[in-house]
T-cell receptor, first 115, second 113 residues
Framework: GAVVSQHPSRVICKSGTSVKIECRSL??????MFWYRQFPKQSLMLMAT?????????EQGVEKDKFLINHASLTLSTLTVTSAHPEDSSFYIC???????????FGSGTRLTVV | GENVEQHPSTLSVQEGDSAVIKCTYS??????FPWYKQELGKGPQLIID?????GEKKDQRIAVTLNKTAKHFSLHITETQPEDSAVYFC????????????FGTGTRLTVIP
């Protein structure tokens, strides 16, 4: 199959702290992974494209210094929300494609609450 | 870039009836069109997809149709069951691992027992 594991599933942090979210492709290698953000009752909005061994590509309006992405291996991409504020509270989801036969597989998401 | 529109935003059907959700896209280079089911607090789950070289694909109670000329595609769920209740998203992509998905706005489907 094509399994993407995301961790943690839920995290609560204090304002001003940083939070790291991990996205792993368990049974395939992913040169590219994608990070999405989803507000309640809304669609998924692409934040950035994570490229193994190179810098991430951020969508317009997404602060790269606030949402740090590291794709250090072919099976792991991390998203770090730095100096988190309550408005960063959201559902963050990663995805990757194994190949054309499997399509895009999504992680289970991370519910971030900043208090 | 790609713009995907989805209708309706909410849909209620009686158990056993059919449900149809429609999407349009703008980028003629898009060639991969998946549909996802998302339950509360979970990531999207792929339920069916279609590529631009076919016009229809069916998997048991679920089918997807694609009209590439008109740039629209639809999801059809027959014999709906309460467990089909969820939010459904359509998406479009250029179909390789390096190209991201563009999502529709979602349809909240409620199947009434």
């Amino acid at each position: 199959g094509a399994v993407v594991s995301q961790h943690p599933s839920r995290v609560i942090c204090k304002s001003g702290t940083s939070v790291k979210i991990e996205c792993r492709s368990l049974d395939f290698q992913a040169t590219t992974m994608f990070w999405y953000r989803q507000f309640p009752k809304q669609s998924l909005m692409l934040m950035a494209t994570s490229n193994e061994g190179s810098k991430a590509t951020y969508e317009q309006g997404v602060e790269k210094d606030k949402f740090l992405i590291n794709h250090a291996s072919l099976t792991l991409s991390t998203l770090t929300v730095t100096s988190a504020h309550p408005e960063d509270s959201s559902f963050y989801i990663c995805s990757a494609m194994r190949d054309r036969n499997y399509g895009y597989t999504f992680g289970s998401g991370t519910r971030l609450t900043v208090v | 870039g790609e713009n995907v529109e989805q209708h309706p935003s909410t849909l209620s059907v009686q158990e056993g009836d059919s449900a149809v959700i429609k999407c349009t896209y703008s980028d003629s280079a898009s060639n991969y069109f998946p549909w996802y089911k998302q339950e509360l607090g979970k990531g999207p789950q792929l339920i069916i997809d279609i590529r631009s070289n076919v016009g229809e694909k069916k998997d048991q109670r679920i089918a997807v149709t694609l009209n590439k000329t008109a740039k629209h595609f639809s999801l059809h769920i027959t014999e709906t069951q309460p467990e089909d209740s969820a939010v459904y998203f359509c998406a479009a992509s250029r179909g390789t691992g390096a190209n991201n998905l563009f999502f529709g706005t979602g349809t909240r489907l409620t199947v009434i027992p």
